[in-house]
Structures are given as C-alpha cells and as structure tokens.
C-alpha cells in the first residue's frame, strides 16, 4: 500500500483495490457493482488506453479520478493525494466537445485559461500556437455552429491541452467522427501530447486506435468490471498512425486485444 505522506514519483496517479457500486433508483433494486477490485497506477507521461466490453466501467474509472463520484471501497489517488471532491487539476474530454455556444472558438480554447488566471497576452499567445498545431488558423472568430465536427472537436481537445493539465481523461472523444477524421485527429493528439507529454488515460472501443496511440493498454471484463490483462505497447515512437496496421507486431497485439474483448461480450 502506497504511504500518501510518501507518494512515489514516478506515479501521476494510481487506484487502488477501487469497488465501485450504483444503488439505482426506486425499492427493492439491488446495489449495482460496475467495479470491482482495480487497481492500477500510470507514470508520469504514460498514455494508457482502457478497452472492454459496453458497461464494464470504463467511463466510471475515470469518474472517480475527475471526481466526479467516489469509490464505494478503495482508494482513487491523482500524484500520492487522495481524490476526494471534484478534481480540477485534470482535464476531461468526453465525446461532446462541450464548447460554449456564445464564445467564438479562438475564445473557447482560451476558456480554461481565463479560468486558471492565466494573462490575457499569455492566453492569447499558448491559444493561437495549439490552434494553428491542429489547422485551425482562420477559424478564430467563427461560432462552434459555424464549425464543422471534426474542427468542432479539434477545438474541444486544444482547450482541454492548452490548459496544461498533467493529467488528461478522455472518452472516446473520436466516437462520433467519420473513420477518415478520426485518423487525422488521432495523429493531431499524438503530436500535441508530444509537446509536453500528460498523462492520459483514454476510453476507447477502437483496438487498431488504441494500438495506434497508447503505450499501454488496459482490458476489462464485463461488468462488474475488473482488470483483465495489461499490454505494453512498445511499437516505436513517433507512431504513423495512418500505416500502424504495416508495423510489426501490431497484428499479434491486435489479436491479442480482440481475443480478450470477444470472450467477455460473448459472456455478457
Ligand atoms: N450514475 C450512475 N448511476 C447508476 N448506474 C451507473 C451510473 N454510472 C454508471 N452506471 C452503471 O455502471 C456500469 C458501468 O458504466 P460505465 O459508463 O462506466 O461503463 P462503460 O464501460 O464506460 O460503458 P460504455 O463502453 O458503454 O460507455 C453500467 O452498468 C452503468 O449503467
């Protein structure tokens, strides 16, 4: 067990022997166990991708590390301290892009800024360098109903970037994009990442996606979810997501992953 007076620091942040229950409305329901029994711990950096079958409590991890909801057991810890309210020292990109209809983008991605006091010629300057990164210039002033979805959500994730957390949730955050997109914006993130590398633990259902971006990768059961196995990525770095299917190795991973994940659809 880890000393939270001691934290190692080599750990961004860790779960330990997380049970997660949902008592559901109404009477005579029973409590519904989503977790049961995780732990885990990331580095510094690492960019970790979570897979598993639909319910087994994936969004719910990273809940718990937004703070969003507590564990019924365990401990949810973010740099050696526990998680006990809402955490905002994380950034959080879920599959809306969650941008204010009355900001224009240029002032959506300086939104986290502002919040975090940051000076106007400071804002202005980290918001243009991360929109011009993502081939956004031009597009300042438009309204997010004047942006197509994928600018939509580019604009989403520079937001939550630029705020320079160091740690960054995401869930399935490419989910409702064209399979062409999603491939731009996966190398989009990968080299934003790269600039000052968070911690990141991604929500995906994508195996080739989650290949393509993590260096480890994280299965679950089917619900109560409880870790499954763990894969090290050690495809080289920087990754060409639009060949990583050509890149050795990736098809036994690939197959390792659906392996998994079919056996717990299949007993769900
Ligand atoms: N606030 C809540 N109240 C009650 N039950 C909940 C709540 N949040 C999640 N659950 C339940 O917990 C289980 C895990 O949900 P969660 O959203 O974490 O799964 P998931 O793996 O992210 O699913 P998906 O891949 O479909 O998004 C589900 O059965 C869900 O219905």
């Given at each position: 067990?880890?000393?939270?007076?001691?934290?190692?620091?080599?750990?961004?942040?860790?779960?330990?022997?997380?049970?997660?229950?949902?008592v559901?409305?109404?009477?005579?329901?029973?409590?519904?166990?989503?977790?049961?029994?995780?732990?885990?711990?990331?580095?510094?950096?690492?960019?970790?991708?979570?897979?598993g079958?639909?319910g087994?409590?994936?969004?719910?991890?990273?809940n718990?590390?937004?703070?969003?909801?507590?564990?019924?057991?365990g401990?949810?810890?973010?740099?050696?301290?526990?998680?006990t309210?809402?955490?905002?020292?994380?950034?959080?990109?879920?599959?809306?892009?969650?941008?204010?209809?009355?900001?224009?983008?240029?002032?959506?991605?300086?939104?986290?800024?502002?919040?975090?006091?940051?000076?106007?010629?400071?804002?202005?300057?980290?918001?243009?360098?991360?929109i011009?990164?993502?081939?956004?210039?031009?597009?300042?002033?438009?309204?997010?109903?004047?942006?197509?979805?994928?600018?939509?959500?580019r604009a989403?994730?520079?937001?939550?970037?630029?705020?320079?957390?160091?740690?960054?949730?995401?869930?399935e955050?490419?989910?409702?994009?064209d399979?062409?997109?999603?491939?731009?914006?996966?190398d989009?993130?990968?080299?934003?990442?790269?600039?000052r590398?968070?911690t990141?633990?991604?929500?995906?259902?994508?195996?080739?996606?989650?290949?393509a971006?993590?260096?480890?990768?994280?299965?679950?059961?089917?619900?109560?979810g409880?870790?499954?196995?763990?894969?090290?990525?050690?495809?080289?770095?920087?990754?060409?997501?639009?060949?990583?299917?050509?890149?050795?190795?990736?098809r036994?991973?690939?197959?390792?992953?659906?392996?998994?994940?079919?056996?717990?659809?299949?007993?769900?």
């Amino acid at each position: 067990m880890v000393d939270p007076a001691n934290p190692p620091l080599d750990e961004a942040i860790r779960l330990e022997a997380v049970y997660k229950a949902f008592v559901p409305r109404g009477r005579s329901t029973q409590p519904l166990l989503a977790l049961e029994d995780v732990s885990f711990a990331a580095r510094p950096g690492e960019f970790i991708s979570l897979v598993g079958p639909s319910g087994c409590g994936k969004s719910t991890v990273l809940n718990l590390l937004a703070g969003l909801t507590q564990p019924s057991a365990g401990r949810v810890m973010h740099h050696g301290r526990a998680v006990t309210g809402v955490n905002t020292e994380v950034g959080y990109i879920t599959q809306d892009d969650n941008l204010l209809p009355w900001r224009s983008m240029a002032r959506n991605v300086e939104y986290g800024l502002e919040l975090r006091r940051v000076p106007k010629d400071e804002r202005r300057r980290r918001a243009r360098e991360f929109i011009e990164l993502v081939g956004l210039a031009g597009f300042e002033n438009h309204y997010p109903h004047e942006l197509s979805g994928g600018m939509r959500k580019r604009a989403g994730i520079v937001r939550t970037l630029a705020y320079d957390s160091d740690v960054v949730l995401m869930d399935e955050p490419f989910g409702p994009l064209d399979a062409q997109t999603r491939v731009i914006l996966q190398d989009e993130l990968l080299k934003l990442w790269e600039l000052r590398r968070p911690t990141v633990l991604f929500v995906t259902h994508d195996l080739v996606e989650a290949i393509a971006l993590s260096d480890r990768i994280i299965t679950f059961t089917c619900r109560p979810g409880r870790i499954k196995r763990e894969y090290e990525v050690s495809l080289p770095r920087p990754r060409d997501v639009f060949h990583i299917h050509d890149v050795p190795r990736f098809r036994e991973l690939y197959d390792l992953l659906w392996d998994d994940i079919r056996m717990e659809i299949a007993a769900t």
